[in-house]
Every structure is written in C-alpha cells, then in structure tokens.
C-alpha cells in the first residue's frame, strides 16, 4: 500500500518508527558509498556492521569510511 505524500509536509515521508534511525542509516551510507567511490576496498556490510557496532577499523579503507562518517556528523 503506498505512502500518500502531501505537498510541503515532511510528517509522512518517513513513518514515525523510523525518524530516529534513518538520519544515522542515511549518514552511515553516505559515509561508505563515498569512502568506496575515493577507492576504499571493503564492502558496504563490513563497513555498516564496524559503524553500527563501533568496532575500531580493521585497516585503511575502513579508516576511510570511519573518518567520512565523522566528518559526516561533525559537519551536521
């Protein structure tokens, strides 16, 4: 069943349940996808589960995308 979207009204983009976690996913995925783009050599689930679990980085790409995600939320 689709979401209907009103026009100028943010309440129904995102369902309540998620308000809270899709700014931090959404930060996360920037954060890799463009560590990945700069050339950093992991995969999305990797990257996502060191993020999620704030597992200290393993080498320099996951470095990579760690500094990107910080930098993310600093800036914010």
């Given at each position: ?38 050339g950093a050599a992991t995969t ?5 589960y060191m993020l999620r679990k ?23």
């Amino acid at each position: 069943m689709p979401i209907l979207l009103k026009s100028g009204n943010d309440e129904n983009l995102i369902p309540s349940a998620h308000k809270n976690t899709y700014p931090v996913s959404s930060i996360m995925e920037e954060a890799i996808a463009s560590s990945r783009m700069e050339g950093a050599a992991t995969t999305r689930k990797v990257a996502e589960y060191m993020l999620r679990k704030n597992e200290k980085p393993k080498n320099k790409d996951q470095q990579m995308i760690l500094n990107n995600y910080l930098t993310i939320n600093h800036i914010k």
